[in-house]
């Protein structure tokens, strides 16, 4: 796990990481200052649903998911689904404020300030990623995610087709603006709903 400053949502953001082994294979190669020999991998983003953290995928899916990563030498990060904090609006209920952030940049009083998890998918992740680990592909990178993620990965990659090499989604919310999650959650994040 990694814990960050976020300029996007103003809070520590926290996201889970896997990185294959032949990226530790290469660093140790890399002593030599062979910059020929570099490796670099892509990336899967795994967006999760509603109630969950960045540690739902690699609980329950993890040992699967991470050894068929390692076989393929393919990096997974799992982003938390909000922003989290004592200054973050919530309120009592599992579909609206914190572990409900529908991936979304809010635009509505109280959640604007944080809510900008848009951003921090698209654009604060991929540089942080890069940045800090220079292993990671972030110009070969896929989306995918379930329920409130799978809309999260659908939504991110048609905005921008060109960013995202690939997109899918486990049993996504598909028409969010049709049904009471996504009712309440556009109309208290978004202006006009």
């Given at each position: 796990r990694v814990k960050h400053e976020s300029s996007s949502t103003k809070t520590d953001m926290t996201f889970g990481l896997f990185l294959p082994s032949i990226l530790d294979r290469s660093a140790a190669d890399d002593d030599d200052g062979d910059d020929s020999a570099k490796v670099?991998?892509?990336?899967?983003?795994?967006?999760?649903?509603?109630?969950?953290?960045?540690?739902?995928?690699?609980?329950?899916?993890?040992?699967?998911?991470?050894?068929?990563?390692?076989?393929?030498?393919?990096?997974?990060?799992m982003p938390d689904t909000s922003p989290r904090g004592s200054d973050v609006p919530n309120v009592d209920t599992y579909d609206l404020g914190i572990g409900a952030g529908f991936y979304l940049n809010a635009t509505k009083a109280p959640y604007a300030t944080h809510y900008h998890m848009l951003s921090y998918i698209t654009l604060e992740l991929p540089t942080y990623l890069s940045t800090n680990f220079p292993g990671i592909d972030t110009s070969l990178k896929s989306i995918t995610g379930h329920s409130m993620g799978g809309h999260g990965a659908l939504t991110i990659a048609f905005r921008d087709p060109p960013s995202w090499t690939s997109v899918s989604a486990f049993a996504p919310?598909?028409?969010?603006?049709?049904?009471?999650?996504?009712?309440?959650?556009?109309?208290?994040?978004?202006?006009?709903?």
């Open positions: 670099v991998v892509p990336v899967l983003f795994w967006l999760s649903g509603l109630t969950c953290d960045d540690t739902n995928f690699a609980m329950k899916a993890g040992s699967r998911a991470f050894d068929m990563a390692e076989k393929q030498n393919i990096a997974i990060v919310i598909c028409h969010p603006t049709r049904c009471p999650w996504g009712e309440k959650a556009f109309g208290a994040y978004l202006d006009g709903g």
